[in-house]
């Protein structure tokens, strides 16, 4: 727990996120979740509720979301 950098990779992309933010911690889970978006997507606005690090909306965006709104509280 700190303020370094952590790297993670995902789906064969590398992301820079704080060690304080938020991102998924579940090995396992992360590429299922990461894959999600490429089967759910065709186009239009997405709303990410849990945005975390952003993984996801990234993911969304490439998929060829127009816009991707992220939202993160804690």
Do not use: K
Not at 5 to 13: C, F, P, S, Y
Not at 30 to 52: C, F, H, I, K, M
């Amino acid at each position: 727990y700190g303020t370094d950098i952590i790297h993670i990779m995902v789906g064969g992309d590398t992301f820079a996120v704080s060690g304080l933010g938020f991102y998924q911690q579940n090995r396992f889970l992360r590429e299922t979740l990461y894959a999600l978006p490429s089967t759910l997507l065709s186009g239009g606005r997405v709303l990410d509720l849990y945005g975390g690090a952003g993984i996801h909306a990234y993911r969304f965006l490439e998929r060829g979301a127009e816009e991707v709104f992220v939202v993160e509280a804690n």
